[in-house]
């Protein structure tokens, strides 16, 4: 009855005008997934009645096809006439396999109707979102599949997200529609793993009907994936991987075995993903792969004793866990295969076995638990073997998504009455918890530790603890409340393992960069104007401010330049937050030990110096070599302050780094007021001290927050100083994280600096004690 009045509805909408055939741009747009929905229900209703009443399911095909025309095909054939014509030739073949009694046929046509469907809605997603018409790119991304949720995740709503953000004005067109391309390429991509897998069990099984659609859908995910396709393995590679498809998909129609078109289309997916995983990604996946692993013999040797399964649950958990890791393991498997496919094929034989093992013991076809055990620890072993070191990196973001999703099972497990398997559950969240994320926490997030164990185990303030909950029995909704909580605490344990500086210190740290650097870039360009104020020369003074001034715009163009080529790495995540932050320190060691020799400022401002009389004295080309002279003298302190500022960027954000900037460039210009209009002597050798001890204190900071970065990618060990607990305030402000790493490189960082300050003045103090003939 539904499905009647759907189409009714789409139908009279077009008789009164609301629905048009031509491509509708504004709120009056008929919901595409509301029609196709339409569509997609009238088939399923002619494939259930075309055995037992053929003129109702042509009447269904009928539907079918009216409901595509009114509400989709306008739009449709407007964004890509090639899909449209496809979509229709598709309806036309299901209107056959009823006139012919063809059920495969249907199934196969239904298919490839509703993949076509899914296909033009990704096209017009993106066609929208270039034209920035974010509300059409909202309505049309409702007519999508999500990747197949398991127990153990969830379906990702990224494209949505992006769609929003860009509505919203916090996102540009290009990087939505880059965030939309990657969420359905791999929704689709897992789609097509499933359907072919599906398929296979069709034919193991021999129902015909399945066979024919599930063919049809991988071929119909398969040529939504097809661009991509073609950008990795070229045209030839693609004509390739479709005729395999198509044989495939002629193959499940008709009597033939498949085996052979089959084997032809895995071989033409091996090492091919749509949307290739970032590192952080792929980092991700891996500790999922590796936990999931090595939980499902745990799970299994609970369930299961003297030959007899005595916990079903149990069993179910470790079916579940191995989904997981199988879930895990297709994400990686294109990228290993590149790497190394003939390991890689033995892990997929490994787990599919695994599989088979576990779910033969739920029909009660029991494997001892130690060959359970065996075989995966051999799949760890080969995934050890395969899987880059970088990968297997430590991210707590796998363990956090494991601790919730074990949460969530508790919950269900309390609402099913099965308080042990909730307790079960809990104990596990826990434990991943306490040999994962905790010991960073400790180090990085001290305050936030007795408040997860007490939810864990003993309650917060309203909040009864799981542990006390679980053994009373006490009501799922008490659990779920406590469970809640747990949740946003565990949210902000990730927001402190990510954390930059506060606010207000970064900002402060960016000023100050910005006050000492200007400061340094007045003192020059004040000691070379000073040279030019005899009436012959004065005309060149001109220059030197121009040049100058076009060095402001260099350097803001560098910012631009360089927040771009970074904004294009930002896939790499903290990783390139690390690098940079290394490189800026680096950089800042030597600048901070300049600042404190004497000769610093003196041997600077005399080759200056230098470069000025030679072109006062060489006659040709005076004005452009005083320009020149302006700009390379101030572009310098200009490059240097960008690229600090890079690190600071990382830490809380363009927005905050670039209000901080504002602040030391009001300083830098009330100072050049001061030396330029009102000719003010300043002190510029002390406050050159100052503000050098000032960057030395950022120093500090900056060496505290790269040790930081290092240890969260796992470049860097944390062994927490548990003796001390120090307070989160000191890790925002100065970079203090309690682990025995940062301690120490902040004090050898700070020793550098003093040891350097005092080797100077030693050496200058023997340098003046030499004869006047031998000093240098």
Known sequence: MLRKITTAVIVWSVVLGLGRLAPPADAAMLDPALSAEAVRSNLFEAQLSMLVDKESARRSVADARLAYLAGLSGSISAGDPALDVRIRSALEAAATSVEEGEPAALAAARARVWTGLLHASYKMVMRALSQGDGLAARTWLRLREFRPPTRLSLPSTDATVAVEEFLNGKTSPSRAQDRVRRDLYDAYQERLRVALHELKQADDKGFLRR?????????????LLADAYQEQRGESGREEAERAFAD?????????????PLSRVEQALAGFRAAPLTEEEQARRAAQLQRFLSLVPVEYARGVRNGQV????????????????????????????SRDPMTTAEI??????????LHAAARGIVSDPDDIASVAGRIEGLVADVIPEEWLSQTEAGDFDLIATLLDQMVQAAENGEYERAESARLEAYAILETGPEARLVAFAPHIVPTLENLFWHGVGDHRGLAALIEEKAPPSDIDATRARLIDELAAAQDALRAGGSPVAVATNAAVIVFREGLEAVLILASLLAGLKRSEYRHLRRPLWLGAGASLLATGLTWAVMREALSSLARYGERLEAIVS????????LITNWFFHKSYWTDWLARFHAKKRTLLVGGVGQWLGMATLGFTSMYREGFETVLFLQALVFDAGAGIVLGGVGIGMLAVVLVGVMVFVFQTKLPAKKMLIVTGIMIGSVLMTMVGKTVHSFQLVGWMPTNPIRSVELPYWTGLWFGLYGTWEGILLQFGAALFVIGSYFLAESLQKRRLHLPAADRS
Do not use: C
């Open 310 to 337: 005595t916990k079903d649950f149990e069993i179910f958990e470790a079916i579940a866990f191995a989904d997981g890791a199988m879930a895990a393991f297709a994400d990686l498997q294109p990228g290993l295969e």
């Open 248 to 260: 495939l998909l002629d193959a499940a129609l008709g009597p033939n075995a498949i085996a052979d």
């Open 582 to 589: 290394l490189t800026a320190v680096g950089v800042l060691l």
């Open 211 to 223: 066979r024919a659609e599930y063919a049809a859908l991988a071929q119909g995910y398969f040529d």
């Open 348 to 357: 997929a034989q490994l787990l599919s076995a695994l599989e088979e093992q």
